[in-house]
């Protein structure tokens, strides 16, 4: 996913970002500073903590990754269920493989999911 620093970010560290979808805070997993005004290719991880994972038939929200009321949100839809219960999702663009703690609901290829973890981070390719 290409995302756009918003502000200066050392690793470890969270800042702004935006991508296609909206601005929403990211922890900053490079071994060098992010640069504010920088666009850069990444990967997406989520926290350990997804508290809710809805699941839309119909009167989905907006697919990629967005601020909602203050809460992150993750939004894609179903494109592989493996049988790990790995979730792989197209954020349209971008893919994000979402694996929950808790058991998740049955999913189907075309459904879209949306998750609302603690954080998010973003690993750099090529960096």
């Known amino acids: 996913m290409l995302v756009t620093l918003l502000t200066d970010i050392p690793p470890g560290a969270s ?4 991508s296609h979808s909206g601005d ?5 997993a490079g071994r060098n500073p992010g640069v504010a005004g920088t666009q850069h290719d990444v990967e997406i991880e989520l926290g350990d903590d997804v508290s809710e994972i809805h699941v839309y038939d119909s009167d989905a929200p907006k697919e ?12 894609g ?12 999702l197209d954020l349209n663009p971008g893919n994000l493989l979402l694996e929950a703690s808790n058991p998740l609901p049955t999913l189907r290829a075309g459904q879209v999911v949306c998750a609302t973890p603690s954080e998010i981070s973003v690993l750099p390719t090529g960096f």
Not at 77 to 88: H, L, Q, R, S
């Open 24 to 28: 929403w805070p990211a922890v900053w």
């Open 15 to 18: 800042g702004m970002v935006r």
């Open 64 to 75: 990629g990754i967005y601020l909602k009321d203050g809460q992150l949100m993750v939004c």
């Open 77 to 88: 839809t179903v494109t592989t269920v493996f049988d790990d219960g790995i979730v792989a």
